[in-house]
């Protein structure tokens, strides 16, 4: 059973950095896609990054590019996302994903994704 953990979340300031990983086990991933999602409070959950496990193709949400970045690690299955130049609007729920990768579908949706964290807590302040 794959099982997705997410760490380093937290409270900073605007501006400053953060880093997220997600540890996946229970499974063999080299044709998986693993995503980050986030989610504000009675709204919808929105893509923000992923990333090919085999390739290292990546795709990103326009409101992140350029200032945060995927990246994975095979040896240690996890991946990370590299949180920069926060802003307030950043603040949400993070929610790592992974699944089967499909290259015909862009990988944006929440249900192209079988397996999820649970979730760990982001806030940026002013």
């Known amino acids: 059973q794959v099982q997705l953990v997410e760490s380093g979340g937290g409270l900073v300031q605007a501006g400053d950095s953060l880093r997220l990983s997600c540890a996946l086990s229970?499974?063999?991933?080299?044709?998986?896609?693993t995503g980050w999602f986030r989610q504000v409070q009675g709204e919808e959950r929105d893509f923000v990054a992923a990333?090919?496990?085999?390739?290292?193709?990546?795709w990103y949400v326009d409101s992140v590019k350029g200032r945060f970045t995927i990246s994975r690690d095979n040896a240690k299955t996890t991946v990370y996302l590299q949180m920069d130049s926060l802003k307030p609007e950043d603040t949400a729920i993070y929610y790592c994903?992974?699944?089967?990768?499909?290259?015909?579908?862009?990988?944006?949706?929440?249900?192209?994704?079988?397996?999820w964290g649970q979730g760990i807590q982001v806030t940026v302040s002013k």
């Open positions: 229970g499974g063999t991933f080299d044709s998986y896609i």
């Open positions: 990333i090919v496990w085999e390739t290292s193709f990546t």
């Open positions: 994903a992974a699944g089967v990768y499909k290259p015909q579908i862009l990988p944006i949706r929440t249900s192209q994704y079988d397996n």
